[in-house]
């Protein structure tokens, strides 16, 4: 399962091949920032610039639940991920890193969420929340 905030633009119609998904979901454009939850291989990935960052698996007992908590905290370049299956942010982020974009996340941006299965399932987003602090 990944999330991402990413700020390709308005229209998808207006985007170019390259930046069009690939089968992971994830959109390649530089923008594009998230996490992705792996439960076959029990952790986490960064996503960053579009692209899963394979050097960035965090080995974790991952655990398919009805709610998953994603924090990502970005000031200046600065970013902190967090990941919980509670709602109380963990005390430690799972990932920091710099990470200096040109995305401007007071104009409009787009949140995506998905995944891949390799059996049938009936998940589905019952709700979501955002918080902006």
Same mark, same amino acid.
């Given at each position: 399962?990944?999330?991402?905030?990413?700020?390709?633009?308005?229209?998808?119609?207006?985007?170019?091949?390259?930046?069009?998904?690939?089968? +992971?979901?994830?959109? @390649?454009?530089?923008?594009?920032? #998230?996490?992705?939850?792996? %439960?076959?291989?029990? &952790? %986490?990935?960064?996503?960053?610039?579009?692209?899963?960052?394979? =050097? $960035?698996?965090?080995?974790?007992?991952?655990?398919?639940?009805?709610?998953?908590?994603?924090?990502?905290?970005?000031? #200046?370049? =600065?970013? +902190?991920?967090?990941?919980?299956?509670? =709602?109380? @942010?963990?005390?430690?982020?799972?990932? =920091?890193?710099?990470? +200096?974009?040109? $995305?401007?996340?007071?104009?409009?941006?787009?949140?995506?969420? &998905? #995944?891949?299965?390799?059996?049938?399932?009936?998940? @589905?987003?019952?709700?979501? %929340?955002?918080?902006?602090?």
């Amino acid at each position: 399962m990944s999330f991402t905030i990413q700020q390709v633009g308005n229209d998808p119609n207006q985007w170019v091949s390259s930046q069009l998904p690939e089968q +992971d979901g994830v959109l @390649r454009d530089e923008s594009t920032l #998230g996490i992705s939850i792996q %439960y076959y291989y029990n &952790g %986490y990935y960064l996503l960053k610039n579009g692209v899963i960052d394979k =050097s $960035s698996f965090v080995d974790a007992d991952v655990i398919s639940t009805n709610d998953n908590y994603i924090w990502i905290i970005k000031e #200046g370049s =600065s970013v +902190d991920m967090y990941v919980s299956v509670v =709602s109380e @942010r963990p005390e430690n982020p799972m990932y =920091s890193f710099e990470y +200096d974009t040109t $995305s401007d996340y007071n104009q409009p941006y787009w949140l995506t969420f &998905g #995944g891949d299965n390799t059996k049938l399932t009936e998940s @589905r987003i019952a709700s979501m %929340y955002f918080g902006n602090y």
